[in-house]
């Protein structure tokens, strides 16, 4: 059963570069690595989505090295508007039925 | 989302009662999910749907009982409600695999 471990929270100013880890060490060979934002009150919302090495689009980049047990989540320039909590998700395939494993999640708070 | 819907939004009840959340979705997606969320403790599945023919359990099933309607209809049912199972519960959509999802607005729920 996979699971994963995120740091519980971060702080970080804006204009910075925040970059969160999540490790995975049992993922599966066919699972690919999603991370989502959540604000308070509201459904998480999806971010990027990646299966190795590096992915990036309008709003973040993801980092993942070639064991594919870690996966980073790079958000250039933050601002206050990205303060939220911030959720790798994994897909676990190993057993008998499939699971979907969240991390418990990263608090990311951005300050003036 | 509003492509996600979650009715009711907030639910108040006692112990031992019936209650059932409801969730549509107009993405036309074949896969459905419904979560809870606790503080601390990230997303944890309770119950899946690859098409209305498919149930799956989740993390956490016990106590809980699902029906797939039909392709945008995904219920979710308390048999007997008790205090633990106050929470705040999310339904997702997906159109394949199990990353990007789509969630809905959520349900707040406390048992009494």
């Known amino acids: 059963l996979a699971k994963t471990t995120q740091p519980i929270s971060m702080d970080s100013y804006e204009g910075q570069e925040v970059n969160i880890t999540c490790s995975h060490n049992n993922i599966a060979t066919n699972d690919y690595i999603t991370w989502y934002q959540q604000f308070p009150s509201q459904g998480p919302r999806f971010i990027i989505q990646?299966?190795?090495?590096?992915v990036t689009n309008e709003v973040a980049s993801l980092f993942i090295p070639a064991d594919r047990k870690s996966s980073t989540l790079s958000l250039p320039r933050v601002s206050l508007s990205d303060t939220a909590v911030y959720y790798c998700?994994?897909?676990?395939?190993?057993?008998?039925?499939?699971?979907?494993?969240w991390g418990a999640g990263t608090k990311l708070i951005i300050k003036p | 989302d509003a492509d996600v819907t979650q009715t009711p939004r907030n639910r108040i009840t006692k112990t031992g009662k019936r209650i059932m959340l409801e969730c549509s979705q107009t993405k036309g997606h074949d896969r459905m999910y419904w979560y809870r969320q606790d503080p601390g403790l990230g997303l944890r599945l309770i119950y899946y749907?690859?098409?209305?023919?498919?149930?799956n359990k989740g993390e956490i099933s016990d106590g809980y009982s699902v029906s797939r309607q039909a392709q945008a209809k995904f219920s979710l049912s308390l048999e007997s409600a008790i205090p633990n199972q106050t929470a705040l519960y999310f339904c997702?959509?997906?159109?394949?695999?199990?990353?990007?999802?789509?969630f809905g607005p959520g349900t707040r729920l406390t048992v009494l």
């Open positions: 749907s690859f098409d209305v023919k498919d149930i």
């Open positions: 997702a959509t997906s159109d394949g695999g199990v990353d990007t999802q789509y």
């Open positions: 998700l994994v897909g676990d395939s190993m057993d008998s039925n499939y699971q979907l494993i």
């Open positions: 990646g299966y190795k090495t590096k």
